[in-house]
């Protein structure tokens, strides 16, 4: 009988044993192989908002344009600084497009920058503390937004990941990666 019971004993185990048990057994194991999770860069659709105002400006110009310019040669300038606000739109488009990539893996982001001189810094996905996203009116409709995340990283404390296509998914892919990367290291999310 005192056989039996010690056996019982020694088989149930308290809640927070196991916890320890499966947090061990987790460091105990080889680390998971990094794999790439989610890529991206900035949107064209992000800019609907500035293409929009872009061409709103341009019909006002051209209205009142038609009503006070009979001069050709103002008509000349006037197009010229059109072209010149649509030129300088499409090169802000280029210029994100070329300049800035992100990498979500499993285990770590990846933010690159820079179109001649290419600066890639990294963050360990369990050092994010805080994710975030916002959308205005025409960045929901559009269904792009910006990404913020706060890091215990020391060079990089706080990381803007603008125009992101469907934000909502996105945030949430790096908040998931963060919290099951700390689950398998075994650090409580709040107690960091």
Not at 3 to 24: C, H, N, V
Not at 104 to 129: A, K, Y
Not at 154 to 183: N, S
């Amino acid at each position: 009988m005192g056989q039996d019971y010690d056996d019982r004993a020694a088989e149930e185990t308290r809640p927070a044993d196991k916890l320890r048990g499966g947090a061990k057994a987790a460091a105990d194991q080889p680390d998971d192989a990094e794999r790439e999770l989610w890529q991206g860069g900035f949107s064209p659709r992000a800019m609907i908002g500035t293409w929009i105002g872009t061409a709103l400006l341009t019909i006002a110009a051209l209205a009142v344009a038609a009503v006070f310019l009979r001069d050709g040669t103002w008509w000349l300038v006037l197009l010229g600084a059109i072209v010149l606000i649509w030129a300088v739109q499409i090169g802000r488009l280029v210029y994100r497009r070329l300049n800035i990539h992100y990498r979500l893996t499993n285990q770590r982001f990846f933010h690159e920058h820079g179109i001649l001189r290419r600066v890639t810094d990294r963050i360990e996905v369990i050092d994010m503390d805080d994710i975030t996203f916002e959308q205005g009116v025409i960045e929901r409709m559009a269904g792009v937004g910006n990404i913020r995340i706060a890091s215990s990283d020391a060079t990089d404390p706080e990381i803007w990941l603008r125009g992101i296509d469907d934000v909502r998914r996105v945030a949430g892919l790096i908040d998931d990666a963060r919290r099951k990367e700390r689950m398998r290291r075994g650090l409580h999310i709040e107690a960091i």
